[in-house]
């Protein structure tokens, strides 16, 4: 079995999708990492210090929802580049070749 084509727009969609998701995953990790910060800035002493520990949470806050945004974006394109180029490559060579039982 060949694959001679593959559908740009789905492409670009699973991209996206499966982008988002490592994007999730690195924004419960900047969360977690903010609010550990955070935490540890508040417990510090003056006031000044209660607000920075305070923005670094809203920081983690803003980053579980910024990054899945941001990274599937940026998937959204790359698969559709990457299927668009794969077409074109596939139009030389003949495509890619898949064996399946």
Same mark, same amino acid.
């Given at each position: 079995?060949?694959? !001679?084509?593959?559908?740009?727009?789905?492409?670009? !969609?699973?991209?996206?999708?499966?982008?988002?998701?490592?994007?999730?995953?690195?924004?419960?990790?900047?969360?977690?990492?903010?609010?550990?910060?955070?935490?540890?800035?508040?417990?510090? $002493?003056?006031?000044?210090?209660?607000?920075?520990?305070?923005?670094?949470?809203?920081?983690?806050?803003?980053?579980?929802?910024?990054?899945?945004?941001?990274? $599937?974006?940026?998937?959204?394109?790359? $698969?559709?580049?990457?299927?668009?180029?794969?077409?074109?490559?596939?139009?030389?060579?003949?495509?890619?070749?898949?064996?399946?039982?």
């Amino acid at each position: 079995m060949i694959i !001679k084509r593959i559908g740009v727009i789905s492409a670009a !969609k699973i991209g996206g999708i499966i982008a988002a998701a490592f994007g999730l995953l690195i924004g419960v990790i900047f969360f977690l990492v903010y609010s550990v910060i955070g935490v540890a800035a508040s417990s510090f $002493g003056p006031d000044h210090a209660s607000g920075a520990g305070a923005l670094l949470g809203g920081l983690g806050v803003i980053s579980i929802i910024a990054f899945p945004v941001m990274y $599937g974006i940026a998937g959204f394109i790359g $698969g559709l580049l990457q299927a668009f180029i794969y077409n074109l490559a596939a139009g030389f060579v003949g495509g890619l070749q898949v064996e399946t039982e």
